[in-house]
Every structure is written in C-alpha cells, then in structure tokens.
C-alpha cells in the first residue's frame, strides 16, 4: 500500500474509535514509571506479576497470537515490553487493543513482572489510546538509514535511532558541565542582543531584518563579543554567554548559518587560571 493508502486506513481507523466513543487525543496521562527506571531493575523483577505500574509511550511493535499479544512502548527514556491477555482487559478492550497501529501513542496499567526469557514486562489490565499515529513509521528491521530523509524529518531520526538521542542527551550534559564550571569560577551568565543596530565581532556577513515599529534595519548578532566586553567595562569582571549566531555566508561540514557558542570575557586573567579554564 502507497503513504496515501495507509493514512487513509488509519483515518477511518480514527473515526472509528471516536464512534466507539473514545477521544483518541487524550488530553492528559500521568505514568507512574519511565521504561528505563523499570528496565534497571533487572533480576529484582520476579517472574509473578507484582507492583502495579503506568507507563506510557509511541507503540514500536505488535504481534498478536489470538487471545494474547505482545507489544514495545517506546518512551524517552527507552523501551518496555507490554503483555496483553483476553481474559485480563476484557473481550472488547482486547479487540480495541488489536486495533492499535505500530506508530500510536499509548498509555498501559497493570502489574509488572518478568518473562522467563527475563524481559521486563507490564500487563496489561487498562489501557488508553494518547494519540493516534496518521502515518507509519519506517520499516522496523532496516530503520530510518537514508540521510536525507533523517536531516529533513529529524523527529522521525529521533524516535528511529536511539544513538541520535543519546547525541542530544550527551551535548546537553556537556553545556551543564561548562556551565556549573563557569559558575565555579565566579563567571556570570549573562544575555545579550540578538537583534543588533551595528553587527561587529567578525567579518562575517549579516543577516539583516527589519524592525517595523521603529522603521529600522537591525542585524541577527554574528558575534556576542562586543557586547560581552561592555559588561565588563561596565563592572563585570567575570562574564559568559551559551547563545546562538548568525553568519549569512556559505555551508559546509563546519560551517552553520545558525550555530551556539560560548564565550567568556574575563577582567583580571591570570594566565595559569584561563589556561586550566581552556583544558578542562
């Protein structure tokens, strides 16, 4: 079937479910648990299903063997195997469980336990449609490889391919990391103008836009340097700023037309303080 095929099973699928009386957007769902909280507890899990959990996220497999089905939730923290039975949600509930499409958004309650293959596992006794998925994911086995399609649709590389999301988790630890060094050391993060009468700080060129209201020409900063060194003049011995530029030139590899950089200003350097600063 052709994108334009499938969207079109799952509207009527939606429609389907609003007839039945479900809303399938809901507008709220608290889960107890994240996929990986549960997942570390490892062989502390025992076989028979014990405390009772609320997980939620996107379905990233289903397989249905009649009167049982097995399924993955994908939340963002990692994955969670859901266990469905006939007798546990009910004749009809199970068969609005079958109707779910990899792809849904899904919230499932019920006691958790772990498979003699050792996989931690809810069971499902309760579950509710969150959000209803128009279109299918890519193909689950080859994934979302074609960079293309990755750059353009970058929320689709983010919930096909966990190493893009631990990308995102790793540079966030890292801003942490410089910034409570930063504060260490007595630096105040400061911001400054991103819309700038007189762009200075390289020789980049501008973006240029227009102020309306005040009938002005301003530029997008391609440097916080300059404004940086004002607070210092003005008092500020140790300052720093985590923001983005703007440079209207040419692309490559190493080259944004929007970028984050951080730079620090300070009044009194000591050589050996800003040479350990630069190391670490």
Request: glycine letters at 8%; proline letters at 4%.
């Amino acid at each position: 079937m052709s994108i334009a095929e499938l969207r079109r099973v799952r509207l009527d699928k939606l429609a389907a479910w609003r007839a039945q009386g479900v809303e399938p957007y809901a507008y709220r769902y608290e889960p107890t648990h994240h996929a990986a909280e549960l997942q570390a507890r490892g062989s502390g899990v025992a076989e028979t299903p014990g405390e009772r959990v609320r997980v939620a996220g996107r379905l990233m497999t289903f397989r249905g063997h009649g009167k049982t089905s097995f399924a993955h939730l994908l939340d963002g923290t990692g994955r969670i195997q859901v266990y469905a039975r006939a007798d546990a949600l009910g004749e009809e509930a199970y068969r609005r469980f079958g109707a779910l499409d990899v792809g849904d958004w899904v919230g499932v309650e019920g006691p958790l336990f772990r498979t003699r293959t050792g996989e931690i596992t809810v069971r499902a006794e309760r579950f509710d449609l969150l959000a209803k998925s128009l279109r299918p994911l890519p193909e689950k086995w080859h994934g979302l490889r074609d960079p293309e399609t990755r750059f353009r649709q970058r929320y689709a590389d983010l919930f096909m391919n966990p190493e893009v999301r631990e990308t995102f988790r790793r540079r966030a630890r890292v801003v942490a990391a410089l910034r409570a060094e930063l504060d260490r050391r007595g630096f105040l993060e400061v911001e400054t103008p991103v819309l700038q009468p007189l762009y200075g700080g390289a020789f980049a060129r501008p973006f240029v836009t227009r102020h309306n209201a005040l009938d002005l020409d301003l530029y997008l900063r391609i440097s916080n340097e300059l404004y940086l060194k004002r607070l210092v003049v003005g008092g500020l011995e140790r300052v720093y700023e985590i923001g983005h530029d703007f440079r209207n030139e040419g692309m490559d590899r190493a080259h944004n037309p929007e970028f984050c950089m951080l730079e620090c200003y300070q009044a009194f350097a000591d050589y050996h303080d800003m040479m350990a600063l630069t190391e670490q």
